[in-house]
């Protein structure tokens, strides 16, 4: 982030706006990866057992929590529009496609403690599936419009929706 620039303190808040954009990619990247964070801290607290394939698999997760506030400041910026919304939704496709891999290996390898609630790996399963189809689907769109944003709000919503549909029926 870049520091404000300015000997008073109204040169310093006009700086503060012109660098505002950067401000709100920081914070698009801290609310982003606290819910990484927190999806990740939820999982893990039933994880016992921490092997190779689980552990290179968290660190390929990590490399893409580190770029992400690269990626969101591009995204920030002005002009080509396409390899900017691409290189942010391509890190957001990898780090979920990441953590899916990861919570299969989790569950393939029974790498969990048995009190490990029952719907957790199909919550997880169901929230990173939804999401990165909404970052997928993102990418060829974006080359049409730069409504692609929708995507990553109109898909997640519609898939929630589908799935509280679908789940009364499910029981009857």
Same mark, same amino acid.
């Given at each position: 982030m870049p520091l404000p620039e300015g000997a008073t303190s109204a040169e310093l808040l006009r700086s503060l706006g012109h @660098?505002?954009?950067e401000y709100i990619s920081f914070l698009i990247s801290f609310a982003v990866i606290?819910?990484?964070w927190r999806a @990740?801290?939820?999982l893990f607290h039933f994880?016992?057992?921490?092997r190779g394939g689980l552990l290179r698999l968290t660190f390929g997760w990590l490399l893409m929590m580190v770029l992400m506030p690269f990626a969101t400041k591009v995204l920030a910026e002005d002009g080509g529009f396409e390899f900017r919304f691409v290189l942010y939704a391509l890190v957001q496709v990898i780090a979920l496609a990441l953590f899916l891999m990861m919570t299969r290996q989790i569950q393939r390898h029974r790498l969990h403690c048995a009190d490990i609630p029952p719907e957790l790996f199909g919550e997880v399963y169901r929230g990173l599936g939804t999401m990165i189809a909404a970052f997928a689907v993102s990418i060829p769109v974006a080359f049409v419009t730069q409504w692609a944003y929708a995507c990553w709000i109109v898909i997640p919503l519609a898939g929630n929706l589908?799935?509280?549909l679908r789940r009364p029926a499910a029981r009857a």
């Open positions: @660098h505002r954009s606290g819910g990484r @990740h801290h939820r994880v016992t057992t921490v589908l799935f509280r």
